[in-house]
């Protein structure tokens, strides 16, 4: 217990130490945030008013720009082009979109299935969540923001629920999430490069492109194995990786009793580094810590959903506060999504304990590879926004939207209904059983 805590405390005055490199730097110097108080047509300037500071800026509108794309009295994040002079425009996006009836209604029932995700396999639903409020409309960097703020309060309950039910492995957690948190700060800081060097565009590009990346390697794997689980019911056996590493003797070896894993702490840094650092550019952690733990470390699929739910509430509330102080959180989608996922992640939490450990494979894996397609058809768009390919026709470009919009509808659907069956099927069981058992002890 004394080498563990040894080392937990090593990985909190790093993270400290990590914190103050990284944190409280200024803001990048080609991006803004603001409100536009008036535009000129006749001197193509407009008047912006910087946010948090008095301070009122004259920017020019750039080459072919229009007065009607400067948005006024709303909150925006604008790029300069720096090659083309000093304070010209190259992009002005709104950061927070007008939030009307069907938007309400879409967030929330978007909320209520990340909620079920999250409950069920662990991941906090995000690699949904983050496509379903940029395709509504929301910038790369604050749909990022507002998923990781949701996620804490959300992750709590889950971790809290599944905890009840012995599935959560506390000093995994622990252990993972001071790691964790160490990545959220270098995150943070990959972010506001990209935004820096690419505006809002490159933002919404490198969001995409990893999703995709990700979530194809990931969710194939994850598919294979959950696939082979399933033919003859077999059990679910620990990885060959993890039991190697298993037996590599490199202190502090540390137990995890709930786990059922001994193994040297250093496994899991590169795990829970990953998972933060994919948790603050991405707001999606949960795809590489569950499979981490399961492949890398050796837990069983139910501890490691359960515990991620426990890791993602540690760094969520951290990366929070980072993301608060930068301005990028639109508490509006925050509280409409949280307000669904709270129901959905007791529900979920619910179904892991009727259902064996290759269903929450399987669903993780469909979602994942799903949602990678919908990602994918907004990377062409996004491409042609940075002028690094040919602008895209008006019929093409529909086409993707709506291959985008109805594969993250299809990605929903398939985790409710996959979860929701596998419930109903493991309730029935259950009971069956639970039946079979009075009637005997009857006899």
């Known amino acids: 217990m004394k080498k563990f805590l040894t080392f937990l405390l090593t990985l909190i005055i790093g993270t400290l130490l990590v914190h103050t490199v990284y944190a409280g730097g200024p803001p990048p110097k080609n991006v803004m945030k603001g409100v536009f108080t008036q535009v000129d047509p006749v001197t193509r300037t407009a008047t912006i008013k910087i946010d948090g500071q008095d301070k009122i800026r004259t920017l020019i509108l750039a080459e072919g720009m229009t007065v009607d794309e400067i948005i006024l009295d709303k909150k925006v994040m604008v790029s300069l082009d720096p090659h083309a002079g000093p304070n010209?425009?190259?992009?002005?996006?709104?950061?927070?979109?007008?939030?009307?009836?069907?938007?309400?209604?879409?967030?929330?029932?978007?909320?209520?299935?990340?909620?079920?995700?999250?409950?069920?396999?662990?991941?906090?639903g995000a690699f949904v969540l983050t496509p379903a409020m940029m395709s509504l409309g929301a910038p790369g960097a604050v749909a990022v923001a507002s998923n990781m703020c949701h996620k804490f309060p959300k992750a709590m309950v889950g971790s809290y629920k599944r905890w009840k039910y012995g599935q959560v492995d506390v000093k995994l957690g622990l252990v993972m999430a001071a790691t964790a948190i160490i990545g959220v700060q270098i995150g943070i800081k990959v972010q506001n490069i990209i935004l820096d060097h690419w505006g809002n565009a490159g933002s919404n590009l490198y969001v995409s492109v990893v999703f995709v990346l990700v979530l194809i390697v990931v969710g194939a794997y994850v598919l294979t194995d959950a696939l082979k689980l399933s033919k003859g019911n077999l059990e679910a056996k620990t990885s060959k990786l993890a039991l190697r590493l298993q037996k590599i003797e490199l202190w502090p070896m540390v137990e995890f009793k709930v786990a059922n894993v001994r193994i040297s702490a250093?496994?899991?840094?590169?795990?829970?580094?990953?998972?933060?650092?994919?948790?603050?550019?991405?707001?999606?952690?949960?795809?590489?810590?569950?499979?981490g733990m399961i492949y890398v470390v050796g837990a069983s699929a139910m501890v490691a959903s359960a515990t991620e739910l426990l890791v993602a509430f540690i760094m969520g509330a951290w990366?929070?506060?980072q993301w608060g102080m930068a301005g990028l959180i639109d508490i509006r989608m925050t509280l409409l999504i949280l307000a669904g996922s709270l129901i959905g992640v007791q529900l979920g939490a619910i179904g892991t304990t009727y259902v064996k450990d290759y269903t929450i494979k399987l669903v993780m894996a469909s979602v994942m590879l799903i949602v990678a397609v919908s990602r994918g058809a907004k990377v062409p768009g996004y491409l042609a926004d940075l002028d690094l390919i040919p602008h895209l026709h008006h019929q093409l470009s529909v086409i993707l939207n709506s291959i985008s919009f109805w594969s993250l509808m299809v990605a929903l659907a398939v985790a409710g209904i996959i979860i929701s069956l596998a419930m109903i099927k493991g309730m029935l069981q259950d009971r069956a059983e639970k039946q079979a058992k009075l009637a005997n002890e009857a006899i």
């Open 88 to 124: 010209v425009i190259k992009e002005v996006t709104q950061m927070f979109f007008d939030m009307t009836p069907t938007k309400v209604v879409a967030l929330l029932i978007v909320g209520l299935i990340g909620g079920l995700l999250s409950g069920f396999i662990g991941s906090g």
């Open 266 to 291: 250093w496994v899991t840094v590169p795990v829970g580094l990953f998972t933060g650092m994919l948790a603050a550019t991405i707001a999606v952690g949960g795809f590489i810590g569950v499979p």
């Open 319 to 321: 990366g929070s506060v």
